[in-house]
C-alpha cells in the first residue's frame, strides 16, 4: 500500500515523544525571555526592496525602512512619514512636510532631499512608479522638510501608489543610497522604520536579527493596518529560517519559536488541537499561478499558453499542498473576493481540465518537442509540489518536461534569465500572491503586459496597456467596466495562468499578541509576548 506524505506526517505526530524531534534552535533559546520574538518567515535573500517583488523582502523592508504613506486596515491611504500635505485646484502639484521625529539609524536626520531621490529610485521599476515618473514634470525639494511633485497631467491614485507595499514597494532611502540605480543593489541596511537590521548577528540562510529603534517616534494615531503608530512592544525580533517543517513544528510547541508565517498544511489539525497554539486566517487569500517565458519557445505563441489554460485541474494542483476545506477553483484574473471580480471570457475553464483541447492547441502552435523547463522551488513545499505535477501533466500530452529543483535564490536568479532553455533560461515558474494584491493593475507588476520593460514572463500586449493606463484616472466604477475589458484580453493573450487558491492560515503560540494581519507582508511592531 502507498502511503502518502501526509499520512507519514500524521503517523510520526500521533506518536508524540516517542519521536525525538532534534532542535536547531535550543541551545539558542536559553536567554530568550519576553521581550523577544522568534518567527519563522520565508528565506530572506534579497534585501533591497527596488529589486524584487518578494513578500519576505517587503517584510524586511517594513521593519527598518518607512513610507510617506501606508494603507489602513480598510484599503485607504493614510499619512506616515509625511505630517502635511496639499494639492493644487488642477491635480497637478503635491506638496508633502514630513513630520517631525524622523531619524535613519546612523544618526542623521531625514530630509526631503532623500526622500525625492528615493520616489525616483522608486519609479525606475514599479510599474505604477513608472508611471508616477512618465506624468511627471519635477520632483523637487522646497526646504529640509518639504518636496513637491509636480504632474504634467493628474494621477488620481498618487496617495494610493505611495502607500502600496507591494513590491517594489516605495520605502524611503538614505540619498546617497536611493541615487544608485534601481538595478543597482543597496548594501546598507539603514533605514529609518521602528526596528535596526543587527548586521552582526544576520545569518544567511539560518537567522537575521531586528532590534527595537528606540529612537523611533511612531505617530499618535493608533495602528491601524500599516498606518497609524508603529509602536514596537519587544525588544527584538530574530527570524528564523527553518526548512524541515517537523523541527519548526516541535519548536512551536516547545516554545523555541513564536510564530510560523507558513505552516505545513499537514499539519493543521495538530496546531488547531494544541491548546497553546492556534491558527489565524489570513486577511486575504493565496492565489496560486504560473508564468511561461513569453520571449522563447514553445511559449512565444499564444497558442501554447492557451493551451496552459485548458490543461490545468486547479483542484488536483491544490490537493498536492493542501486539504480540499482549504482550497478553491479561481477564473478571474483579479481576484475571487475583490470588487473588479468579474467572469468575462472564462470559457476555458472546465472541472478536471481539458488535456485534449491543450494537446490540440500545442499541435496548432507547431509544437515540435522543444525542452519545457519548469522551475521548481525546493524550499517551498507548495510550489514545488505543484512543479512536479505539472511536469506530469505535460508529460501525458506529450510534451518534453524538465524540472529544475533549486531554492528560492537559485530560482529567482534562474528566472531572471531571458534567454532560451539551452542558454541557461526556463519556460515556466510557479509563485502566488494575495488575492488582494490582484486589485492593483497599476502598481503590482504582476499584472502588467509591457512585454520586456515588464515583469519575470515578459507577456505583450498593447491593446491591455492601454486599458491598464487609464485605471489611475478613472473611478472606482469605471475601473469595475475596465476590469471586464482587461480581462477579456488577458484571457486571450495569456501572461498568467491560475493554479487555484487557498487559505494559508498563520501558526503561533497564543502567549503572542497583537499581530497585524496583512496581505503580502508581516508587519513586526504592536505585537507582544506574554511571559511564561
Request: aromatic share 10%.
Amino acid at each position: 500500500m502507498r502511503i502518502s506524505r501526509r499520512e507519514m506526517i500524521k503517523a510520526g505526530l500521533a506518536a508524540g515523544a516517542a519521536i525525538s524531534i532534534p532542535s536547531v534552535l535550543r541551545a539558542q533559546t536559553a536567554a530568550a525571555d519576553a521581550r523577544t520574538v522568534r518567527m519563522m518567515l520565508g528565506n530572506l535573500s534579497v534585501f533591497d526592496p527596488m529589486l524584487t517583488t518578494a513578500v519576505d523582502t517587503v517584510t524586511h523592508g517594513l521593519a527598518i525602512y518607512d513610507t510617506l504613506f501606508a494603507y489602513d486596515s480598510k484599503y485607504l491611504a493614510q499619512p506616515q512619514m509625511v505630517g502635511k500635505w496639499s494639492v493644487s485646484d488642477d491635480k497637478k502639484i503635491y506638496t508633502f512636510e514630513l513630520r517631525d521625529g524622523l531619524g535613519w539609524h546612523d544618526g542623521s536626520d531625514v530630509t526631503a532631499a532623500d526622500c525625492v531621490a528615493s520616489i525616483r529610485r522608486w519609479g525606475q521599476v514599479n510599474p505604477g512608479g513608472q508611471m508616477v515618473i512618465s506624468r511627471t514634470k519635477n520632483i523637487s525639494k522646497k526646504d529640509g522638510k518639504t518636496f513637491t511633485i509636480e504632474l504634467k497631467e493628474p494621477v488620481g491614485l498618487l496617495l494610493d501608489l505611495l502607500a502600496s507595499q507591494i513590491g517594489p514597494a516605495p520605502f524611503m532611502m538614505r540619498e546617497k543610497d536611493a541615487d544608485r540605480p534601481a538595478t543597482e543593489q543597496v548594501t546598507a541596511n539603514i533605514g529609518s522604520g521602528p526596528f535596526k537590521f543587527n548586521q552582526e548577528l544576520a545569518k544567511p540562510g539560518a537567522s537575521f536579527t531586528y532590534d527595537r529603534n528606540e529612537k523611533y517616534v511612531p505617530r499618535e494615531e493608533i495602528s491601524d493596518g500599516l498606518a497609524g503608530g508603529k509602536v514596537v512592544k519587544v525588544d527584538r525580533v530574530i527570524w528564523d529560517i527553518i526548512t524541515d517543517e517537523q523541527t519548526a513544528f516541535a519548536a512551536l510547541q516547545s516554545g523555541e519559536i513564536d510564530y510560523i508565517q507558513v505552516p505545513s498544511p499537514d499539519l493543521y489539525s495538530a496546531i488547531a488541537s494544541d491548546p497553546d497554539l492556534e491558527l489565524t486566517p489570513p486577511k486575504s487569500n493565496e492565489v496560486y499561478f504560473m508564468r511561461m517565458n513569453c520571449l522563447q519557445k514553445p511559449f512565444e505563441n499564444v497558442k501554447a499558453r492557451q493551451a496552459m489554460l485548458y490543461l490545468v485541474d486547479q483542484e488536483a494542483f491544490m490537493r498536492t499542498s493542501f486539504p480540499p476545506e482549504y482550497t478553491r477553483t479561481i477564473t478571474s484574473f483579479f481576484g475571487n473576493n475583490t470588487f473588479y471580480s468579474n467572469d468575462e471570457n472564462t470559457g476555458w475553464f472546465k472541472k478536471g481540465g481539458d488535456p485534449e483541447k491543450a494537446k490540440q492547441l500545442f499541435k496548432e502552435a507547431g509544437y515540435a518537442g522543444e525542452k519545457v523547463v519548469i522551475l521548481q522551488r525546493t524550499d517551498w513545499a507548495a510550489a514545488g509540489n505543484m512543479a512536479q505535477l505539472l511536469a506530469a501533466t505535460l508529460r501525458k500530452i506529450g510534451v518534453n518536461a524538465e524540472l529544475a529543483p533549486g531554492d528560492g535564490s537559485a530560482s529567482r536568479a534562474r528566472a531572471a534569465n531571458r534567454g532560451s532553455v539551452e542558454n541557461g533560461g526556463w519556460s515556466i515558474f510557479i509563485t502566488s500572491e494575495s488575492d488582494f494584491s490582484r486589485t492593483d493593475p497599476v502598481g503590482n507588476p504582476t499584472l502588467s503586459a509591457n512585454g520586456e520593460n515588464g515583469w519575470t514572463g515578459w507577456p505583450k500586449n498593447d491593446e491591455y496597456e492601454a486599458l491598464r493606463a487609464k485605471w489611475a484616472d478613472v473611478d472606482r466604477a469605471e475601473r469595475k467596466a475596465l476590469a471586464s475589458k482587461m480581462q477579456q484580453l488577458q484571457w486571450d493573450f495569456v501572461g498568467t495562468v491560475f493554479l487555484g487558491e487557498a487559505v494559508s492560515p498563520t501558526a503561533s503560540r497564543k502567549a503572542l499578541t497583537g499581530l497585524i494581519p496583512f496581505p503580502d507582508c508581516t508587519p513586526l511592531w504592536n505585537m507582544q509576548k506574554a511571559s511564561n
